[in-house]
């Protein structure tokens, strides 16, 4: 069981990236799917939710408006769309399978003018 992210890098604030969620030895459409961010010497943040089928998404407040969560099941990638990125946005992104002990290595974005 893999989950592999990509995408991330420096950018300026104001900036946008595309993250990118690759699931690999389990059936990624079976699951609800989340990303989550940790700053160093801060505590893990729930980022963005999506139901299994896309069908619905919830997320915190910080990055409402902000970011988009989206999936692919056919091509077993969850995205996370990041726009208008702020020097707080700054962290280890990862993703998880909810419900299970599935989870990546992370991809760090960096905001920095």
């Known amino acids: 069981v893999h989950l592999v992210e990509s995408g991330g890098g420096l950018v300026q604030p104001g900036g946008s990236l595309k993250l990118s969620c690759l699931a690999s030895?389990?059936?990624?459409?079976?699951?609800?799917m989340r990303w989550y961010r940790q700053a160093p010497g801060k505590e893990r943040e729930r980022v963005a939710d999506?139901?299994?089928?896309?069908?619905?998404?919830n997320y915190a407040d910080s990055v409402k408006g902000r970011f988009t969560i989206s999936r692919d099941n056919a091509k077993k990638t969850v995205y996370l769309q990041m726009n208008s990125l702020k020097l707080e946005d700054t962290a280890l992104y990862y993703c998880?399978?909810?419900?299970?002990?599935?989870r990546g290595q992370g991809t760090q974005v960096t905001v920095s003018s």
């Open positions: 998880v399978a909810i419900g299970s002990s599935y």
């Open positions: 999506i139901t299994s089928g896309g069908g619905s998404t």
């Open positions: 030895g389990f059936t990624l459409s079976n699951y609800n």
